[in-house]
């Protein structure tokens, strides 16, 4: 949305320690925070300069979030102070962003990426119908195999997008979009729409992101991901770790830095929204949609999940990228004999 890649040269037995002793350490940082430490905060006092997250903070605490946890979160360094938030009307993802995944370097780390985790990427296929290709080709697109995660406080991120109907932030981006509209009514319209879509899409998470802490017992900025607000290897929301984290390793907790929850809960993710077994190419579209809303993405995804197959890409995305290259080749080759043209008129005059 306004919504990351694979490789290594260890063997899988290798690669499974040292995400566990990652995950050690991990939890180091994420259990780090003793409730008895937590309990001497709660004896501070309420009021607070909440630095422009007052909005948030108020719908926080009258969904259930106690004011002392959301007061330690928003006067905390690690969360900058509101400064306004400009959003798009249209906002677009550019298929730059996936064009490398499919190629040989990159489908190379995903293979490796398949092959190291192939007991896990099996076993989530028995369970739950969905190909270990694709889970291997979601998970090396989104961080890398795991390489890549994020280090951003996703709180943070996702507050920020959860602030875009605040008031005065909304008046801001109404005055920004009307200075230069040729149709006011339709301008507001849109910009009021698009407000409430990242407040109804964002706030959620950041509400589930206390709602994961408390569940967790952690620290809830000690979360870090993406610029989005995803985190693990398959950059899930906090609403999805809620509802589609899987124990896949049996040790009684869900990380989705662990390569075996990562595996199980992204299967699980595709299982619960449509994916089965014999499933048609037009509906692995719309499965995969909810996981990105992006066509490129999706391309990306189930390209390199046919590769990893052994599979011949599919004919109508090669045949419709074949078009495409075609016809920019007509335009360049229009736009340099326009000069050439041109020059030969005044040549003549």
Known sequence: MDAVRCGGNTTATRRVRLGRIALVV??????????????QQEAEPLAANYR???????KLVADGVDRRQVRRV???PRVEPFD?????????ESSALYSGFTRPASVALARRCKASYEDALQAAEQRYGVPASVVASIIHVESGCGRNTGS????????RLAM????????DNLTRHLADSDDPSATELRTRERGRYLEDTFYPEVLATFQLSDKLDIDPL????????????????????????VDGNGDGRVSLYDPEDAIFSCANYLAAHGWHPGIARAEKRRVIWHYNRSDAYIDAVLALADRLDGAAPEP????????????????????????ASSSAKRAKK
């Open 52 to 58: 422009g997250w007052d909005y948030i903070v108020d």
């Open 74 to 76: 928003f006067t905390d």
């Open 164 to 171: 875009a109907n605040e008031p005065q932030n909304l008046r």
């Open 26 to 39: 991990l939890a180091g940082t994420l259990y780090g925070t003793p409730r008895a430490v937590r309990a």
């Open 222 to 245: 000690s979360l870090r991901g993406s610029g989005s607000g995803a985190f693990g290897m398959p950059q899930f929301l906090p609403r999805s770790y809620l509802s589609y984290g």
């Open 152 to 159: 951003e406080v996703i709180l943070f991120r996702l507050a």
């Open 84 to 92: 306004g938030l400009q959003f798009s009307l249209y906002p677009r």
């Open 316 to 339: 109508v995305v090669e045949e419709a990228r074949a078009k495409a290259t075609q016809l920019k080749r007509q335009v360049k080759a229009k736009r340099k004999a326009k000069p």
